[in-house]
């Protein structure tokens, strides 16, 4: 490679990464969304989100400020991850929510969403602040 090429490589490398920063979010995800529950039930879904896997981030669902309608109050609540594909959805596996942040590892490309899939202790989840990341 003579010094002309060598410089040109070299600004490509530098504009990629330029690039990669600027479209970084501040929580150094490539995307997030946040929101709150009120009165779901089990089978209750959020909205879709899509990761178009441009990072190795930790697909996350972190919740504050959690309640339920048991007579020991909030517990934990199970929550299933899904890729939205044609056909039957794609289960990504269900983790227990204790009003923390579970994760389900770097997933592929795709359209996603998570659904409650227990509650305890009770049958009704309100949560004051829901965070996904991807
Ligand atoms: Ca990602």
Redesign the pocket.
């Known amino acids: 490679m003579n010094v002309k090429n060598r410089r040109m490589a070299q600004g490509l490398v530098t504009g990629a990464v330029l690039l990669g920063f600027v479209g970084a979010t501040p929580a150094y ?3 997030s969304w946040s929101s709150y529950i009120s009165s779901w039930t089990p089978g209750s879904e959020s909205r879709r989100w899509v ?7 930790s ?1 996350s669902v972190s919740f504050s400020g959690c309640s339920s309608d048991g007579g020991t109050g909030f517990r934990q609540a199970g929550l299933k991850v899904w890729k939205d594909v044609l056909g039957p959805d794609d289960d990504k596996g269900t983790r227990t929510n204790t009003c923390n942040s579970v994760s389900w590892g ?2 592929a490309s795709g359209e996603y969403y998570f659904e409650l899939w227990s509650v305890t202790s009770g049958g009704v989840l309100s949560v004051n602040s829901v965070t996904t990341r ?1």
């Open positions: 995800a490539e995307g990761d178009n896997n441009t990072d190795s981030v697909t770097d997933l991807y």
